[in-house]
């Protein structure tokens, strides 16, 4: 088989910076928190982009991009509609995984876990922060549903503005949160060669068990 040389020669030398045993946190949340801002104050843009993948019940699986909207020792939250496709894979097989990938740091970090939805009320908060037109996009979109052409989203978006009369926009019921608890977190530093550092952590009780891995 041939290979197109514009690909097979696209490659990048990872010089930036290094991870060790020594370096890092023992709480791999800690040190989530210590690259996010870093990531911050890179300035990358949006840098809560994370790739989210789940799997139905046969095992087939699917990913996307979605944005993370909070972290803490519980877990990594994101929103979206229950009845999407990530929505009906999660109630089929509760288990995630995420990667997020900035390239401007040469980092990765990759996280797997189990998925819950959040309370009622934490979805309602959210949800009331957001802009208007998400609010209306909400409604709006049967996500991951055929749809025949864009004039069904718009004239729904119009149904909708009229329906709620420029007041409120409350949550519907099939749009909420979830939030992915972690059992092995992997951060990702780029190097010479391929080189990489890997360090990862899996959850043990008590704690953390950290490992390097082969790159």
Known sequence: MGFDKNITELRKDYLLQTLSESEVSSNPIVQFEKWWLEAIKSEIEEINAMTLATCNSKGQPSARVVLLKDFSEEGFIFFTNYNSRKGKDLSQNPFAALVFFWKELERQVRIEGSVKKISESDSDE???TRPQASRLGAWSSP???FITDREILEKNVEYYLQFFN?????RPGYWGGYIIKPSLIEFWQGRPGRLHDRIQYIASDPGWQINRLAP
């Not at 420029?166 to 409350?170: A, K, R, T, Y």
């Open 166 to 170: 420029n007041g409120d926009i409350p």
């Open 143 to 145: 996500q991951s549903s």
């Open 126 to 128: 959210y949800f009331l």
